[in-house]
């Protein structure tokens, strides 16, 4: 079992299976708040859902509404069950705060890949 350490945005406890992005992700317009999935075309994970996903990506891109994206998705049970980034900005951190989605950045996500089943507890990532 291979072990991860970063950074803590938003504290928590949770397991789930690693859904990947080598790109930025814009919640803003990109995601839809209604379904969870993926709706920027020409993204890899367009149509992809990263509902009760680990979302792991590198950092976020587009509008500060992205904060108010990920509230609405939680809301409706369609956010990610955690977030990993190489580097949480404003925008990620203030809406994973608000949603109380576990949040960790400063991660090497290479040692990540989509499908990976991870458990995350406070500042350690294990890949289970």
């Known amino acids: 079992m291979d072990q991860l350490n970063g950074r803590v945005i938003y504290p928590g406890n949770v397991s789930g299976r690693v859904l990947k992005s080598e ?11 209604e ?16 509902s009760n996903t ?23 049970n369609l956010a990610p ?4 980034l190489e580097q949480c900005e404003i925008i990620v951190a203030v809406g994973a705060i608000i949603s109380e989605i576990p949040t960790l950045d400063d991660v090497n996500i290479s040692a ?15 890949i289970e």
């Open 81 to 84: 069950a955690a977030l990993v």
């Open 54 to 76: 680990i979302l792991v990506f590198p950092y976020a891109k587009g509008s500060t509404v992205g904060s108010y994206i990920l509230y609405s998705l939680k809301k409706k």
């Open 23 to 33: 790109l930025p992700i814009g919640f803003f317009g990109h995601v839809d708040d």
């Open 112 to 126: 990540l890949h989509s499908g990976d089943n991870v458990h995350i507890s406070g500042e350690v990532i294990r």
């Open 35 to 50: 379904t969870g999935k993926i709706k920027e075309k020409g993204h890899p994970l367009y149509g992809n859902c990263i």
